[in-house]
T-cell receptor, first 113, second 113 residues
Framework: EAQVTQNPRYLITVTGKKLTVTCSQN?????MSWYRQDPGLGLRQIYYSMNVEVTDKGDVPEGYKVSRKEKRNFPLILESPSPNQTSLYFCASSTGTGDYGYTFGSGTRLTVV | QKEVEQDPGPLSVPEGAIVSLNCTYSNSAFQYFMWYRQYSRKGPELLMY????GNKEDGRFTAQVDKSSKYISLFIRDSQPSDSATYLCAIVTPGAGSYQLTFGKGTKLSVIP
């Protein structure tokens, strides 16, 4: 089944403790992206990647890192999480050309206390 | 003015009603228009996609784009309780080797049996 898989689905952590949210897609998509979704603010792009080793900032990149060492994986790294990063996070992938539609993962609900 | 405006609702309609969901946008460079549906605790899923002015139909769903007014709509005929979800418009601006996807904040729809 074509899908984007995120792990974990739920995570509670403490301020300052480094964490990684994994994302993997099995559709051979070139384009991958991370979004956060907050009430009243909608979906906001954190980082995106057009291909292996090519990443760029989205609208809200502060406090986040990403890497794209393999085409299928695009982990999101929070080096020192803070409470304002409590949010619902989505990874998404797309072919990047022609059809611009994204396939989204099921989301990771992160709480930073 | 925000790039994509969408009334957050909530919108509550009786089963069988015709639903109209709308977005306005400000950037005339936007070229591709999508509607996503997001069920509670799930990732958004692509519902419809169009790049031209006019109507596009898919079953009970019709997407309408008016580029002269910078206005896009999604109509749902014979609405069902299973249509209860948040609907997000998304607009694409292609760029050199990449593209930017801008989401509306979403309209929450409830279809009452």
């Amino acid at each position: 089944e074509a899908q984007v898989t995120q792990n974990p689905r739920y995570l509670i952590t403490v301020t300052g403790k480094k964490l990684t949210v994994t994302c993997s897609q099995n559709m051979n998509h070139e384009y991958m992206s991370w979004y956060r979704q907050d009430p009243g603010l909608g979906l906001r792009q954190i980082y995106y990647s057009m291909n292996v080793e090519v990443t760029d900032k989205g609208d809200v990149p502060e406090g986040y890192k990403v890497s794209r060492k393999e085409k299928r994986n695009f982990p999101l790294i929070l080096e020192s999480p803070s409470p304002n990063q409590t949010s619902l996070y989505f990874c998404a992938s797309s072919t990047g050309t022609g059809d611009y539609g994204y396939t989204f993962g099921s989301g990771t609900r992160l709480t930073v206390v | 003015q925000k790039e994509v405006e969408q009334d957050p609702g909530p919108l509550s309609v009786p089963e069988g009603a015709i639903v109209s969901l709308n977005c306005t946008y400000s950037n005339s460079a936007f070229q591709y228009f999508m509607w996503y549906r997001q069920y509670s605790r799930k990732g958004p899923e692509l519902l419809m996609y169009t790049y031209s002015s006019g109507n596009k139909e898919d079953g009970r769903f019709t997407a309408q784009v008016d580029k002269s007014s910078k206005y896009i709509s999604l109509f749902i005929r014979d609405s069902q309780p299973s249509d209860s979800a948040t609907y997000l418009c998304a607009i694409v601006t292609p760029g050199a080797g990449s593209y930017q996807l801008t989401f509306g904040k979403g309209t929450k729809l409830s279809v009452i049996p």
